[in-house]
C-alpha cells in the first residue's frame, strides 16, 4: 500500500435540494438542565452558495464527530429501531447491543485520534439491528462482536468503489444472454444475463454496484453510511433520511423525540467531507535491517501461496478527485457536490 500526500480542493458546489433551509438551534426539553452539544447546524445552500470556506465546512464536521450529543440534540431514538423502521411500542429504546450504545462518534472512533479505531471496550454488535426490535443476547447467531474499524482512508475506498462500479456496469453493456466474467482493477466478478439484465452475480450485486462499507459490503457511500450510524449509535436522525417527504413536510419527528432536524443535509455533507480525507493507512518500515528484510520475504511469500488472488497489494485510482454526493447512493439522498482530492492509491 503506498501513500501519497492528500490535500483537499473545494470545487464547484451543487445543491440538490431547493428548499430555503435556515440555521436553527435546539432548545432542551422543559426543566432539563442541560444544552445542546451543537449550538447551531450547517445548511445546504450555505454550502452550495460559497459563503462557507471548506475550512468552516470541515470544522463543523469534526464537531459534529466528536460531539457527546444529548437529548437536547435528539439523541436517542424512542420510536424507531436502529434500521430505522418504526418501533412497536412495549420494546424497550435503548440497549448496549441493538443501540443506541454511544454518545459520539469520537467516543469510539477515538485510537490513534479522532476518526480512527477503537479499544476493546469500544466492540459493536453489528447484526443487532438487523434483529431490532432489541435483542438481548450477545450469542453469535443474534449478534456479531466486532471491533471499531477506523475511518481513515474510507475517501479513496468510495472512490475506487465508483470507479469499479463504473467499469462493470460499462462492461455488462451489450453483452449477450449468459455466464459472464467481468474483471475491474484485478478484481473478477461472475455474472449471469438474461434478456439484457444482469439476473444473477457472485461477488456483487445484480445493480453492479460496489459497496465497500461494512463487514459484508452493504454500503455504498460513506454519506450513507454516517445516516446509517447516527440513527442507529446515537438515535440521531439525519434528515435527508428520514424527513425530507413532501408529504411529511421538513420538520418530521421521525423518531418521536420531540427534536426535529436532528442533523440537516448541511450537517451531513460537513462530517462526510471531513471524513473522506482521513489519511490513509500505510505500512511501518523498519529501521533495523534484518526486520526489513524478513518483512520482504514474507510479503513473497504471501504472494506466492495465493494470498494476493484476494488481498490485492495495489489498487490504482484513475482519478484522485472525490465529488460529493456518490451519483450511486439511494434515494433520497440529497447533497452538497464538493471535490476532495485524495492520495492515488492505496
Known sequence: MRKAKSRLVLAAL?????????????????????????????????????????DAIGDHG?????????VCDGQGRPATTSGGDKRA??????????????????????QPRAGGAGDFVANVFVLAQTLDPTTFSVAP???????????NGSGPIEMLAREMTVDLQSQVAGLPDGNHTLTTKGVAFDVMISDGQVVASRGVNTDLIIRPFHQAGV??????????????????????????????????DYDEDGVHRELTVGDVTAVTVWQAPLGVPRRVISKD?????????????????????????????????????NPFNPPPRVATRTSVRNTPTI
Do not use: W, Y
Open 289 to 325: 535491517n534484518d526486520e526489513r528484510q524478513m518483512a520482504r520475504r514474507g510479503e513473497r511469500v504471501f504472494d506466492d501461496v495465493g494470498c494476493t488472488s484476494c488481498h490485492k497489494p495495489e489498487l490504482l485510482l484513475e482519478s484522485r478527485l472525490l465529488v460529493e454526493p
Open 219 to 252: 454500503v455504498i457511500s460513506l454519506r450513507e453510511f454516517t445516516d446509517n450510524a447516527f440513527n442507529h449509535h446515537h438515535g440521531i436522525q439525519a434528515e435527508e433520511r428520514f424527513d425530507l417527504n413532501p408529504a411529511k413536510g421538513f420538520d418530521a
Open 141 to 151: 447467531e443474534l449478534s456479531d462482536e466486532r471491533n471499531t474499524l477506523g475511518m
Open 14 to 54: 451543487l445543491t440538490m435540494c431547493a428548499a430555503p433551509l435556515t440555521a436553527l438551534a435546539h432548545e432542551c426539553p422543559p426543566g432539563f438542565p442541560d444544552e445542546p452539544a451543537i449550538s447551531k447546524h450547517m445548511e445546504q445552500l450555505d454550502i452550495a452558495s460559497g459563503a462557507l470556506s471548506f
Open 89 to 110: 411500542v412495549d420494546e424497550p429504546a435503548k440497549l448496549r447491543t441493538s443501540a443506541p450504545d454511544s454518545d459520539a462518534c469520537a467516543g469510539c472512533h477515538a
Open 62 to 70: 469534526k464537531a459534529l464527530f466528536v460531539a457527546r450529543f444529548n
